[in-house]
């Protein structure tokens, strides 16, 4: 079965510090793929990005950057100099290659960064 | 290009009432999911379709429970009777199914309180 762990409930910060936030997933797949999502208080769910399971490759974009390693089953996300505009709860989600396609999510990180 | 719209955005009912929640993917997508937000379970898949047919409705609750996807442009979650324990964010998402596991984007959601 698939479990995706965000084991941080909430972090505070003060803007312009850089912040992670932690991802470990679990799955018996070869292919999976990874996401990303940021719920802003309005409440609507936007992507942020998704890896799949044979591009270990970090990306970055703009303020944020993403770190993933298979060794340890971790998809971290960091941004850097955090600004008021990005306090959100972030989820982290995987899929598997094949067969269901539903997103396993997990149970999110609430983000606060004071001004 | 408009994104994925969801009406109502807000729905207060009664216990015992029938509740219609309405999605309409983005143009060209082919693949449609309904997922439900709590405090206590997250978010987790209700029912998908692909290509307008339920593939996966292994998340539905109970038979109160009923989705339909009639056409490419227009899907309904019907809730008869609802009961005060269906309180939660109802997210409708859509994706382009190429073969794999594709990006879903979601609606703005429906708040549905059951009194």
């Known amino acids: 079965a698939q479990k995706v762990t965000q084991a941080q409930t909430e972090i505070s910060v003060v803007e312009k510090e850089d912040v992670t936030l932690d991802c470990v997933y679990e799955?018996?797949?070869?292919?999976?793929?990874l996401f990303w999502y940021k719920q802003p208080p309005s409440g609507e769910l936007v992507f942020l990005i998704r890896r799949n399971s044979f591009d270990e490759q970090n990306e970055i974009s703009g303020r944020y950057s993403w770190n993933f390693q298979k060794s340890t089953s971790s998809f971290n996300f960091t941004i850097t100099a955090s600004q008021v505009v990005d306090s959100a709860v972030y989820f982290c989600?995987?899929?598997?290659?094949?067969?269901?396609?539903?997103?396993?999510f997990g149970s999110g990180t609430r983000l606060q960064v004071q001004p | 290009d408009a994104g994925v719209i969801q009406s109502p955005r807000h729905e207060v009912t009664e216990m015992g009432q029938e509740v219609t929640l309405r999605c309409k993917p983005i143009s060209g997508h082919n693949s449609l999911f309904w997922y439900r937000q709590t405090m206590m379970r997250g978010l987790e898949l209700l029912i998908y379709f692909n290509n307008n047919v339920p593939i996966d409705d292994s998340g539905m609750p109970e038979d109160r429970f009923s989705a339909k996807m009639p056409n490419a442009s227009f899907s309904t979650l019907k809730i008869q009777p609802s009961e005060p324990r269906d309180s939660a964010v109802y997210f409708c998402?859509?994706?382009?199914?190429?073969?794999?596991?594709?990006?879903?984007?979601f609606g703005p959601g429906t708040r549905l309180t059951v009194l």
């Open positions: 998402a859509s994706s382009l199914n190429r073969g794999g596991t594709d990006t879903q984007y």
């Open positions: 989600a995987l899929s598997e290659g094949a067969g269901r396609r539903a997103l396993t």
């Open positions: 799955t018996r797949d070869t292919t999976y793929y």
